[in-house]
């Protein structure tokens, strides 16, 4: 189990998420402005987004769209009836004086997400509802050591806020359902998962009970943006929670910060109740109503997506659930595995992927988009090992000289010579060579010292700069030394 031990036994920590995603669509959930990353401060504002007198938001399909093939994507009721709520605060980034959000009738209810966790197992998280919001403008503090300054540009931008049922026990199972969450928007293309730019945002629910006890109550770690970060602050705060009650404490439901510098977590308020929000449905929007036939058509478009990929692999391919699990985790990595065990042996192919190249990749800090081999030159490779022409052991030079000059395993094999030998006549010429000088060590052999066959090998090797075939040097080994 995956208990905390305290003072007093044991903890059960409980956690439930709640994930802001950045929909891809090229215009705002309620304006046509553009919605691209990095655009100069307040240039991607339209009247609506700045909350000018008079403006009316009009609803964006796209966002729509996006929001129920998310929903279709993790197995999801979508509700064919959904209201637009506002949801009233004060903020300086927040023109219009309320966010436009979805409160009581959200556009997706109840789902679930499959966690493939390191040890092979795997657990079943529920989605409570995924509903559509504006996200707010920026507040910038660090251009100016007097004023504070507010970009709009990211004002009025499509969120779908996913939010988890308290179904995680453990920080690592919170960070692979962020990581599980993010690789099917990925492949559904709903939200590109860019943690760095904001684009994926995770607020964290934090308790902790004495197992088998009722919910305890929760701090909720705002605004984390990165998957590290995650783990680290809701250790850090199961932690701090579990040393307030053994000390005899209560802990206050609070809003809580993650410092990454020092690794702590810290009060920011304390927790506001929806009433404080007055949420009332925006007298501006009709409610929203789906067809069953629009439900349909999107689903019929979605594509294959990493449960369904990953049974298909061990089907298929005979490959292992965590061989499956590493290369389906992204769209990328799934499709250059295929292409390069088209045809081969799929085990080769996936070993090679998961142990040569990702090293390649993790040393170099580069994407399998920009991966210096290409999944084709990566099964002529394979093929060079399949049919002789190379050794294993070569193969892995010859994988060096490719990720260094991007060549062809066949090119690389023919300007070095690193064809294998595999004539017999040639390489009983070598081995009677050798017998003829190791006398000692051919008696040792002939007394029972099988192990002595390794140093013949060697010799061999030696000779042919490692060339020779290493299953026809076994064989005659064996004839000649027994003669
Ligand atoms: P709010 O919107 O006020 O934050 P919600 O009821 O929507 O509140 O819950 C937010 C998140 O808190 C959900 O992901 C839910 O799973 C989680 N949660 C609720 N109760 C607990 C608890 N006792 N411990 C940990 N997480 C909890
Ligand atoms: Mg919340």
């Known amino acids: 189990m995956s208990l905390i031990e305290g003072r007093t036994g044991e ?11 950045q929909v891809i669509a090229e215009a705002k959930l309620f304006s046509g402005a553009a919605t691209a990353f990095g655009a100069e401060p307040n240039t991607q504002v339209s009247l609506v987004d700045a909350a000018m007198p008079g403006m009316l938001p009009v609803i964006n399909e796209k966002s729509i769209e996006q929001a129920v093939r998310t929903g279709l994507g993790i197995k999801a009721q979508i509700n064919r009836y959904s209201v637009f709520d506002r949801k009233n605060y004060f903020y300086p980034d927040l023109p219009q004086g309320y966010q436009i959000s979805q409160f009581s009738d959200p556009i997706v209810g109840k789902g679930e997400i499959i966690l493939d966790m390191p040890d092979g197992e795997s657990r079943t998280v529920g989605i409570t509802r995924i ?9 910038l503090h660090d251009q100016d050591p007097h004023s504070t300054y507010v970009d709009l540009n990211r004002s009025g931008v499509t969120l779908m806020e996913i939010v988890s049922e308290p179904d995680m026990r453990t920080s690592a199972e919170a960070a692979a359902y962020v990581t599980k969450l993010r690789a099917i928007m990925r492949y559904l293309g709903t939200c590109d998962g860019n943690m760095e730019q904001g684009s994926l945002r995770c607020d964290a629910n934090v308790s902790i009970r004495k197992p088998g006890e009722a919910l305890g109550k929760r701090c909720e770690i705002k605004n984390v943006n990165s998957i590290r970060f995650l783990q680290q602050a809701i ?12 000390d005899g404490g209560a802990i206050n439901q609070e809003t809580r910060l993650f410092d990454a510098n020092k690794g702590v977590t810290r009060s920011m ?24 036939d629009y439900i349909a058509r999107i689903k019929e478009s979605l594509p294959e997506l990493p449960d369904e990929k990953k049974d298909r692999f061990v089907a298929d391919y005979g490959l292992s659930q965590y061989d499956a699990g590493v290369l389906v985790s992204e769209r990328a990595i799934a499709d250059y595995f295929e292409t390069a065990a088209k045809g081969r042996d799929a085990k080769t192919a996936a070993n090679w992927i998961t142990s040569d190249l990702f090293g390649v990749l993790n040393r170099q ?15 002529g490779l394979i093929d060079l090992i399949g049919d002789g022409t190379i050794s294993g052991r070569i193969a892995k030079d010859v994988f060096d000289d490719m990720v260094e000059s991007g060549k062809d395993a066949a090119d690389i094999v023919a300007e070095k010579g690193l064809r294998q030998v595999s004539d017999t006549g040639e390489i009983e010429a070598i ?26 090998v060697g010799q061999v090797m030696q000779q042919t700069q490692g060339k020779a075939n290493p299953k026809i040097v076994n064989e005659l080994l064996r004839k000649k030394l027994a003669g």
């Open 365 to 379: 800090g580069l994407d399998i988009s920009e991966a210096p081999v290409t999944a084709e030159h990566l099964g």
């Open 131 to 139: 509903h559509l919001e504006q996200d707010a403008g920026k507040s």
């Open 11 to 21: 903890w059960e920590v409980v956690i439930g998420l709640e994930v802001h995603a």
């Open 269 to 292: 308020r304390s927790k506001e109740d929806a009433h404080d929000y007055r949420y009332f449905p925006d007298p501006d929007l009709l409610p929203l109503t789906l067809t069953e």
């Open 431 to 456: 081995i009677d060579g050798i017998i003829a000088g190791a006398d000692n060590q051919v008696m040792q052999f002939r007394s029972g010292n099988e192990k002595i066959i390794g140093w013949f």
């Open 235 to 246: 250790d850090y705060e199961a932690r701090r929670q579990i040393e307030i009650i053994e």
